[in-house]
Nanobody, 115 residues
Framework: QVQLVESGGGLVQAGGSLRLSCAAS????????MNWYRQAPGNQRELVAG???????NYADSVKGRFTISGDNARNTVHLQMNSLKPEDTAVYYC?????????WGQGTQVTVSA
């Protein structure tokens, strides 16, 4: 069984920074990628950033240059460094872990950016 636990969310003023972490436990040796998604009220869940097992990264256009995803393989943790935050970044942020035949999600962490 795979478990994902996000942390690091909170309230920050526009222009500030937050660092989200997603810790994975269980049978995770053959995952393909880990991603961060977010979902704001009334909106669909959208991909924010992803990192493959090999270390390749991708970002949504809206966060390029502001967010950085990184992996800590020794601790089975993925981080999302979020800088220059904007009110429109306000959402619940979820991490997921993709295997060839399964996808697992964390419970989410709230990020609120005040104007």
């Amino acid at each position: 069984q795979v478990q994902l636990v996000e942390s690091g969310g909170g309230l920050v003023q526009a222009g500030g920074s937050l660092r989200l972490s997603c810790a994975a436990s269980g049978s995770i040796f053959f995952y393909n990628a880990m991603n961060w998604y977010r979902q704001a009220p009334g909106n669909q869940r959208e991909l924010v950033a992803g990192i493959t097992r090999g270390g390749s990264t991708n970002y949504a256009d809206s966060v390029k240059g502001r967010f950085t995803i990184s992996g800590d393989n020794a601790r089975n943790t993925v981080h999302l460094q979020m800088n220059s935050l904007k009110p429109e970044d306000t959402a619940v942020y979820y991490c997921n872990l993709i295997f060839p035949h399964d996808t697992y999600w964390g419970q989410g962490t709230q990020v609120t950016v005040s104007a």
